[in-house]
């Protein structure tokens, strides 16, 4: 009688670390595909942003640097903020 006991004793605290195993591996799951539509959503708006420094690229010319986009910013803002 004691070794059936036992044995159920044991059944059950198996019963509840494969539960809580199965508990742990969904939330991983849950986990990665969230992370996966996170990544897939940042993939997207950096082609979006690399497309748009292509299209501005193009129109600004090759030759123009970082540095003139910039100064040509700060020139554009302060000609706004003296209008208003």
Do not use: F
């Not at 991983?28 to 969230?34: F, G």
């Not at 299209?55 to 803002?77: C, K, M």
Request: charged content about 35%; glycine content about 4%; aromatic content about 2%.
């Amino acid at each position: 009688m004691k070794l059936s006991e036992d044995d159920d004793a044991t059944i059950q605290q198996l019963r509840k670390q494969v539960e809580k195993a199965h508990a742990m591996i969904e939330g991983a799951n849950s986990k990665e595909e969230a992370a996966a539509a996170v990544t897939q959503k940042l993939q997207s708006e950096i082609d979006s942003l690399k497309m748009l420094v292509d299209r501005y690229t193009g129109l600004l010319g090759e030759d123009t640097t970082l540095e003139d986009v910039i100064t040509a910013r700060d020139q554009a803002t302060r000609q706004y903020e003296e209008a208003t």
